[in-house]
Nanobody, 119 residues
Framework: QVQLVESGGGLVQAGGSLRLSCAASGTIFSINAMGWFRQTPGKQRELVATITYNGNTNYATSTKGRFTISRAKNTVSLQMNSLQPEDTAVYYC???????????????WGQGTQVTVSS
């Protein structure tokens, strides 16, 4: 069983910063990639940023240059700077991993953490 535990959400004024962290634990053989997605009411979950096992990163156009994703072992962090009201959402941690050498890679999700940016 795999668990993803997120921390670091909250309320911040426009132009401020927040740092999200997510730790993966449990039965993990290998992690292909970890990342962050976000969702607002009535909209689909969207990519924020991802990082692969070898450090390749991918950012949404709206977050590039403001957000920085990093990873250390089974933990992924997201440094968010210059936050804007449109960044308000529930942020979800994602890990694409294998629980054993003989299993397929599967996506796992955290419970979500609220980020609210006031204008």
């Amino acid at each position: 069983q795999v668990q993803l535990v997120e921390s670091g959400g909250g309320l911040v004024q426009a132009g401020g910063s927040l740092r999200l962290s997510c730790a993966a634990s449990g039965t993990i053989f290998s992690i292909n990639a970890m990342g962050w997605f976000r969702q607002t009411p009535g909209k689909q979950r969207e990519l924020v940023a991802t990082i692969t096992y070898n450090g390749n990163t991918n950012y949404a156009t709206s977050t590039k240059g403001r957000f920085t994703i990093s990873r250390a072992k089974n933990t992924v962090s997201l440094q968010m700077n210059s936050l804007q009201p449109e960044d308000t959402a529930v942020y979800y941690c994602n890990a694409n991993l294998r629980e054993a050498w003989y299993t397929q890679s599967v996506d796992h999700w955290g419970q979500g953490t609220q980020v609210t940016v006031s204008s």
